[in-house]
């Protein structure tokens, strides 16, 4: 798990995701940021979600590797069993890039 600051978090997702189209799994403690990057990654195309606001269609999305990027804070990553299964996903385990905090 790589340590990144967070203005490099958004910049190897966003690499990521449109270079590689690989996926990026990121967690961040601070909901604002997270929310602030994920409208940002949004409204440059990438498909990005947040864990921690999605409603139930979409979180079938983020099992299946729908979104390039997936935000969440470490809360929501490993105390929630759905989450913290996704983490071992084959869709996110073969294909991540990084895993960010």
């Known amino acids: 798990m790589y340590n990144l600051s967070q203005c490099a978090t958004a910049k190897v997702a966003k690499l990521s995701s449109l270079i590689l189209s690989q ?4 967690t961040l403690s601070f909901i604002i940021l997270m929310e602030d990057q994920v409208s940002h990654l ?18 079938t999305r983020v099992e299946n590797g729908q ?13 929630n ?14 294909k ?5 905090s």
Do not use: F, M, Q
Request: glycine letters at 4%; hydrophobic letters at 30%.
């Open 96 to 100: 991540s890039v990084c895993h960010s």
């Open 67 to 79: 979104y390039s990027v997936v935000y969440g804070s470490p809360e929501a990553w490993l105390k």
């Open 42 to 59: 949004k409204e440059l195309g990438i498909k990005t979600a947040n864990i921690s606001s999605l409603e139930d269609h979409k979180r």
């Open 81 to 94: 069993e759905r989450w913290k299964s996704t983490l071992t996903n084959p869709v996110y385990s073969k």
């Open 23 to 26: 996926k990026s799994l990121v």
